[in-house]
């Protein structure tokens, strides 16, 4: 068959429903510590305080000042410590 002839591709509507859960790798100094899942739509101190409760990353916060916070929506969180 040619492939001129052929149909178009259909659209999958289930592809294109919005996540409700994501994915945050988190980083402590710009190193992978671990990773959360996450509702989509928490907020900044939520996030926080469930990066710490994950034994992978509090391990690297403990004794250490946090500097900043760095977040990138459904995707980031880093951690600057001192």
Known sequence: ??????PW???DPDALVQQDQ???AV???GK???EIYTDAKVDE???MQLAQAC???GKHLQDKIVV?????PNKLINIVVK
């Open 55 to 57: 034994d992978s990353i």
């Open 32 to 34: 992978k510590r671990g």
């Open 1 to 6: 068959d040619n492939i001129l002839d052929q």
């Open 27 to 29: 980083q402590v100094n």
């Open 45 to 47: 101190a939520t996030l």
């Open 9 to 11: 591709p259909k659209v």
């Open 22 to 24: 994501s994915t945050y």
């Open 68 to 72: 900043k916070t760095i977040v990138v």
